[in-house]
């Protein structure tokens, strides 16, 4: 599972920090669904982290063009803030 980690500033602009492949090497946790619930852990309880869906991967992975690769990280990331945001209020 590839996961978008990112920071949002105090100014609202979001920057990318890593992007993360969660699968083990074993095959134990083939969804990333252990990793995902370590990560929610730390100081910002997940809010900047969120799990690529299979088409989008798929899209990313089959797109050579870069500006392509940024848009679509960048879609994630916005449709992730706006999910999480507003389930907090």
Do not use: H, Q
């Amino acid at each position: 599972m590839l996961f978008i980690e990112y920071d949002v500033t105090e100014e609202g602009v979001i920057e990318l920090v890593a992007l993360i492949n969660a699968v083990e090497e074993s095959g134990e946790d083939p969804d990333g669904a252990e990793w995902l619930a370590w990560r929610c852990e730390l100081e910002d309880g997940g809010m900047g982290c969120v799990g690529v869906p299979a088409p989008d991967l798929r899209a990313m992975e089959g797109t050579g063009d870069p500006a392509e690769l940024l848009v679509a990280v960048e879609r994630i990331i916005l449709a992730d803030r706006a999910s999480k945001e507003g389930s907090s209020r």
